[in-house]
């Protein structure tokens, strides 16, 4: 990876990516790319930035081309909730958007990196310990789009030989940017209202359990996998990665024993309470682990303790 182009880099993942690509592969080297939302001051200072609508394929070649990039880590993507209310939008920008990365990658040889998620997973999945391979019959847009997206990188690895990667990220937990309309987003979500208000109304019931991730440990999935000799890769797109399975009961319980006097009710959003109940529970990622050495650092404790401590100092600055 010697110029990077990070699609989506306004995006929760992608905010915190980019800088960190920025300090391993130098600042001018890796080239931020959002649409609407406008990037962080430390993003827009740190190096170069570019309108990208992955949606306009002459836009993403043009970058691609101006900057001479190699490889592209393409974050850009719609959430599955909001992808439940715009089956269109989502359709568009998940589909269409991901083909147009892959061809201009497929002209400049470019290798890229595309998230999938344990939202490529339905309700006829083995949702206990889920397999690398195994059914996927997803019931919503976002996994529809998912488990194309998977296909379609394989395909173009196949075909064409572009250098394509990727890993089934679970919700991801992080302080520095927020979530855009995932499910998962009450992981996020509920140590906001623990530090601010001390009380939490949770949208997804007692007893839902779903794979998570801190955002370390999603940075270091990506740049690994990036990096990992192809020598190794059996799979190459959409390798199941884990970092803890917890319900909302478990992380508030956590929670509480930094903020005692934390309560927790429950308000069940049915759209997302659907969603969640048709996604693994835990996932194996034994194929991460052996073809390039995947091991998150984050437990539920360790994470809890470090998102109370940023969140705390980064809320009381405000
Ligand atoms: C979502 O909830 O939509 C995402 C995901 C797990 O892909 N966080």
Redesign the pocket.
Known sequence: MKNILVTGSVG?IGSELTMELRKRYGNDNVVAGGRKTKPSEKLLNSGPFEVVDCTDIDVVNDVVRKHEIDTILHLAAI???V?EANPQLAWDVNINGLYNVLEVAREHKCAVFV?S???AFGPSTPLDNTPQDTIQRPNTM?GVT?VAGELLCDYYYKRFSVDTRGVR????ISNETL?G?????YAVEIFYEAIKNKKYTCNLGAGTF??MMYMPDAIKAAIDLMEADPARLKHRNAFNVTAMSFDPEIIAAEIRKMIPDFTMDYDVDPVKQG?ADS?PNNMDDSAAREEWGWEPEYTLPVMTKDMIEVLSKKLVQK
Do not use: C, M, R
């Open positions: 929760q959430l599955s909730a992808a998230p998620s344990i939202g976002y998912k990220y679970p919700g991801i979530p309309g995932g499910t998962t987003d779903l794979d969603i996604w």
